[in-house]
């Protein structure tokens, strides 16, 4: 799949601004660039200067100048894609950026596809395929917790796990192969009881990585926070205060809230999407209906579902509406907030019955709190709450952390071949079969770093790349 051939494209992104990136990279990348190039009042050739240097000069079709520009160049192999790249910092007009694209192309260069740089540093060997998904992990990286992921990610930690368990296989899978060869001569190179521990260790390290990708998932993609309740509760004023915006329209009317809601806030590193939904109640206007069946699909896909109760509701009611919320959730490992809503209204009569009835409906993992969204009272206990849910402890003790499907479902699969290893070595297996389960554990550990790779599985990842990148 090597091609040197000539590719370019913009990197920076669409629009008017102050500057702009075209970035070259290729077998003659220099030698284009300095036939289009003139340095003024001088008779610099870009062929003839050092790598990593920067050179300001214009470049020019024919005698129209196209446009003033600074060129920074890295010869290979220390560069990123591991070829001759140059990078050319213009003004920022859409105008000139087409203007100088085109005069590359004319001149012999092709447009790049989307990720073709960074494919082309993976198939240069600058980085392994975990590596190469990272730099688009981190490109989209809108938190600091996953900025801290994808970057650990692509300095190699994840890269280094997988060497690891790879290199520590590759060892007895020799000795096991060894051992065929001698089969006649009934004799064991590889110590069985050694193999078992080491299969039992890699086994417990694999499962550990595979627990973290619900929380690299998180990280990731934002935790769903689903806002339930009975209509007029305040769920829509809540939403509004944790944003500290007018998102939503607040009214006293009952059923104001007919569709979901969603935004995104980020809290102390780590983003929250909240989901304002419609109230939950018996209803025959068609349009609301909908929106309640839209707030159970809500639930269904939420991390954590706040529950909000106005305090002044009727206790049926109140029991009735989180029935069917806990009927919801089921046995599912969602977290269930329970928020009792307009607590400067609250008698201590009411607020008895309430916790009464909250009581006998919620289990141990789920939490009650007493708010108010209109006043902000302990509105900041709760975010606290929210981030308790999202145990940071790996991130911030540098642990790996999955947050791609592809490494997960590998893993998955590497999991289950060496569990068939290990339950050969416990009933005796001959080492031809145990060498086979190894040799799978082996193929799905190298997918992940891209040692066994397809066309196909290239094309997948590298076509959701930027162009440019």
């Known amino acids: 799949m090597i091609n040197n051939d000539i590719i370019c ?26 036939k289009l190039f003139q ?32 060129i920074s160049l890295f010869k290979n192999p220390h560069s990123y894609t591991g070829e001759d790249i140059v990078e050319i910092s213009c003004h920022g007009s859409e105008y000139i950026q087409q203007q100088i694209l085109q005069l590359f192309i004319k001149n012999g260069a092709r447009f790049a596809k989307p990720g073709e740089f960074t494919m082309r540093a993976f198939l240069n060997g600058k980085m392994d395929l975990s590596q190469a998904e990272a730099v688009a992990d981190l490109i989209a990286s ?15 930690g994840f890269s280094s796990e997988i060497a690891i368990l790879r290199g520590q296989l590759l060892h007895f899978i020799s000795l096991l192969e060894l051992e065929l060869d001698f089969s006649e001569e009934d004799v064991e190179f590889a110590d069985r009881k050694q193999l078992h521990n080491l299969l039992h260790n890699i086994s417990m390290l ?4 595979l627990n973290s990708f619900k929380l690299g998932n998180v990280i990731k993609n934002g935790i769903p926070v689903a806002i339930v309740g009975q209509t007029n509760v305040g769920k829509s004023t809540l939403l509004n205060r944790i944003l500290n915006e007018e998102k939503a329209i607040v009214s006293e009317i009952a059923g104001t809230t007919r569709d979901v809601i969603e935004d995104v806030i980020n809290i102390e590193g780590v983003s ?4 304002d939904t419609a109230g939950i109640r018996d209803t025959t206007d068609t ?5 309640i069946e839209r707030t159970f699909d809500r639930i269904d896909k939420a991390s954590i579902v706040l529950f909000l109760i106005d305090a002044n509701d009727n206790e049926k009611d109140i029991s009735t509406a989180i029935k069917k919320v806990k009927d919801r959730i089921g046995k599912s490992d969602k977290k269930l907030i ?11 009569t009411k607020e008895k019955a309430i ?52 490494h997960y479902e590998a893993l998955q699969r590497a999991s289950e071949s060496l569990q068939r290893a290990i339950d050969g070595l416990n009933t005796g297996i001959t080492g031809d079969f145990l060498a086979q389960d190894i040799r799978e554990t082996l193929h799905y550990l190298g997918e992940i770093t891209g040692e066994i790779t397809t066309d196909e599985v290239l094309g997948n990842i590298f076509k959701n790349f930027c162009i440019g990148k």
């Open 287 to 291: 349009i609301e209906t909908i929106g």
């Open 272 to 275: 929250f999407r909240f989901i």
């Open 206 to 209: 694999i499962e550990r990585l």
């Open 338 to 348: 329970a928020l009792l809503n307009k607590i400067d209204q609250l008698d201590k």
């Open 9 to 34: 494209a913009i990197s920076t992104p669409q629009g008017n601004g102050a500057i702009a990136v075209i970035r070259l990279s290729g077998s003659g990348a220099i030698e284009l660039c300095n």
């Open 39 to 70: 340095s003024p009042k001088t008779d610099k050739k870009l062929i003839d200067q050092p790598a990593n240097t920067i050179h300001f000069g214009v470049l020019k079709e024919g005698d129209k100048i196209i446009d003033e520009v600074v």
């Open 355 to 406: 916790d009464n009835i909250l009581s006998k409906n919620l289990e141990k993992p789920d939490t009650q709190l007493k708010i108010s969204a209109k006043t902000g009272e302990n509105v900041e206990q709760l975010i606290s709450e929210l981030l308790s849910v999202v145990n940071l402890n790996a991130l911030n003790q540098n642990e790996v952390i999955i947050t791609n499907i592809r």
């Open 142 to 156: 809108a938190s600091a917790a996953s900025h801290k992921v994808a970057i650990q990610q692509m300095r190699g």
